[in-house]
């Protein structure tokens, strides 16, 4: 399931040009873009209503479901977290949620705290990258949040960060 937490954070922080552009492949000055940025300029709240009612929908699929954008199989496909954060929009610290599901003292919680990446306790994130109190001895998480883990830890520390596993490395210069 999608975090519903995460919808103010994508539509304040979306470029909405490029979302639109490069998964609809549309010219950049084509009167079809210019109109659906103004469909969704002019439909925001209502944007935003709606996604709250369905948080498990992606973004593409419903401005495509409100007939805000044609339909098309890469925007519906389109995750807008992962592409925002491929496409370097935002970090994936201020977007992405882990579920805490202890105290520190490893008491049960009764339900699960989603929290960003960026506000986890220290100790809680090597706890993870670490694998403390797994059974294993293994890391809470596989790629690519551990390498977004290895990076919070890194940014706490001054160190330079791990590069992004998420990112397109056949990107145009």
Known sequence: MRRPERISIVLKAIPWFNFIQNNLGLPKMG??????????ENNLPRIQREWILNPDMRLG??????????DSLTLWNSEEVDWMIKND???????????????KTMKPLERTQWILIKDMDTDHIEAVVTGKNHP??????????LTYFKNELKLRNGKKKVSNPRRNRRRKA
């Open 89 to 103: 929009c935002i970090e994936p610290r201020d977007i992405l949620f882990w579920g805490r599901n202890f105290t």
């Open 31 to 40: 009167k079809q873009l210019k109109d659906i940025l103004t469909n969704i």
């Open 136 to 145: 294993l001895n293994l890391p809470w998480c596989k790629e690519p949040y």
């Open 61 to 70: 699929q419903l401005l495509i479901a409100l007939g805000i954008a044609p």
